[in-house]
């Protein structure tokens, strides 16, 4: 009976600790100075934007001639 609840206590750990370390928010930095942080991984879309959702939750776009770098904020 410990053995089982030691290895269902060590699983949910596992999962927890796995689930944290994959959310990560990527930084959209332009070339007038400008850091963008999105929550989720930019898009780049045929018509030439950059789409995010920034950190309020709200869907944004920018045009990628105004992107300088995306990159991951671990």
Same mark, same amino acid.
């Given at each position: !009976?410990?053995?089982?609840? !030691?290895?269902?206590?060590? /699983?949910?750990?596992?999962?927890?600790?796995?689930?944290?370390?994959?959310?990560?928010?990527?930084?959209?930095?332009?070339?007038?100075?400008?850091?963008?942080?999105?929550? /989720?991984?930019?898009? *780049?879309?045929?018509?030439?934007?950059?789409?995010?959702?920034?950190?309020?939750?709200?869907?944004?776009?920018?045009? *990628?001639?105004?992107?300088?770098?995306?990159?991951?904020?671990?």
């Amino acid at each position: !009976m410990r053995k089982s609840l !030691m290895y269902a206590a060590t /699983v949910i750990f596992s999962i927890m600790a796995l689930s944290g370390c994959t959310r990560s928010s990527y930084a959209i930095y332009t070339h007038d100075g400008r850091t963008i942080v999105s929550k /989720v991984k930019p898009a *780049q879309t045929s018509a030439g934007l950059v789409g995010y959702t920034d950190a309020n939750g709200v869907k944004q776009q920018i045009n *990628q001639s105004e992107v300088k770098e995306i990159s991951e904020i671990p």
